[in-house]
């Protein structure tokens, strides 16, 4: 049974570029979470997603940053017009429902904007 | 706006001894999960504690949920190199499923 799944694992940007990131839940997971983790400092939850629907995007910076979870396909969290304030390592989690339900997370994809 | 304070941040001990990580809230938390993160990889989940006063043993991993659910500690007993890494506590925030992250705590176990 795969697990997250996320890619790509690296990311290069240029300043003002934009940065895709993919994720695609565990099987039979409807529920997607993502979290960024800057440099020396712990995760810090952007969104949460079930199939079509945002339902909490509380963490998420008000301007250039989105995410889609569409019913076929996966979570795309996507960044505009990058920033280097962008660059850290962004993490996918997905549970089976959600609320109590236990988060598993993927290998994570590392931003870079230069 | 829910907070989880870990401690020690960092912690540099030798192989054979036991150590305590803790996890402490003025909030309360449905549950609370433990993950460890290896270098370059995402957090992988220890356990996950739901009931306040409940204890989950996992080798030896020891995890203890307070009786009021806002504090959590990971004991490990004879630490090994193996156990080398960054350990994460993080709580459930009741009725949107987003997790609170603590700092983590940078484990290091020397031979």
């Known amino acids: 049974n795969a697990g997250v799944m996320q890619n790509p694992r690296h990311l290069v940007r240029r300043r003002g570029q934009e940065a895709r990131l993919r994720c695609s839940p565990m099987k039979g997971h409807s529920h997607v979470y993502w979290y960024r983790q800057l440099p020396e400092e712990g995760l810090k939850f952007m969104v949460y997603l079930q199939k079509e629907n945002i339902i909490d995007e509380s963490g998420m910076p008000k301007e250039r940053f989105s995410a889609e979870f569409p019913k076929e396909g996966p979570s795309i969290l996507r960044i505009q017009q990058v920033v280097r304030g962008d660059s850290a390592a962004y993490f996918c989690a997905s549970s089976s429902s959600g609320m109590e339900e236990t988060q598993y997370f993927g290998p994570g994809t590392r931003l870079l904007v230069l | 706006t829910q907070l989880l304070e870990q401690s020690p941040q960092f912690l540099s001990i030798q192989e054979g001894e036991n150590l305590t990580v803790y996890c402490n809230s003025s909030s309360v938390f449905s549950s609370l999960q433990w993950y460890r993160q290896e270098p370059g990889e995402g957090p992988v989940l220890l356990v996950t504690v739901v009931t306040g006063g409940e204890v989950k043993k996992l080798k030896r991993l020891t995890f203890q949920f307070g009786d009021a659910r806002k504090d959590s500690s990971l004991h490990i007993t004879a630490a090994q190199p193996g156990d080398t890494g960054l350990y994460l506590c993080?709580?459930?925030?009741?009725?949107?499923?987003?997790?609170?992250f603590g700092q983590g705590t940078t484990l290091q176990v020397k031979p």
């Open positions: 993080a709580g459930a925030a009741g009725n949107t499923g987003k997790l609170i």
